[in-house]
Structure formats: C-alpha cells, structure tokens
C-alpha cells in the first residue's frame, strides 16, 4: 500500500540533501577512477617490453672461476 498523504514538494524538500551527498559520492568515485586508470596506463608505459623475458638466465663460469649469470638473448619471431 502507498502512503495515503504524500505532498511531492515537501518530499522533494525532504530528500535534496541525501541526494545530493548520493551524487557527490558517485562524482568522487568516477573522479578516482579516472586518476587510478590514468595512474595504470601512465605506468604501463614506462616498463621497457624487450627487458622482459621468458628464458630463464644462464650460468656460465669467467676464466677467474667465478660464476656468472647472462640473461639469454631475446627471441625476434
């Protein structure tokens, strides 16, 4: 059942500032996830994709017999 009185003006009144705290909270959170995505993309860039490689690094040993690690030399397909 509905409410047998209702006056939409005071209603209106009423609910302005929970509304108004509802859009400023979803303002807020559209603003942070436009920094955070802007944040991943800008950091997305700085990464060097040739450093990164699968092949896992080889020992090998130096004339003075010590070990030394050499990372494989990346695959160009």
């Not at 059942?1 to 209603?11: G, R």
């Not at 209106?12 to 303002?27: A, R």
């Not at 991943?40 to 990164?52: L, T």
Request: proline share 6%; glycine share 8%; aromatic share 8%.
């Amino acid at each position: 059942m509905s409410a047998p009185d209702t006056n939409i003006k005071t209603q209106k009144k009423q609910h302005k500032g929970p509304l108004g705290g509802i859009w400023f909270g979803l303002g807020f959170v559209a603003l942070l996830l436009i920094v955070w995505l802007a944040w991943v993309f800008a950091s997305a860039d700085e990464s060097d994709p040739a450093a990164a490689t699968t092949e896992p690094a080889a020992a090998t040993e130096t004339e003075a017999g010590t070990t030394q690690m050499e990372t494989a030399p990346a695959a160009n397909d």
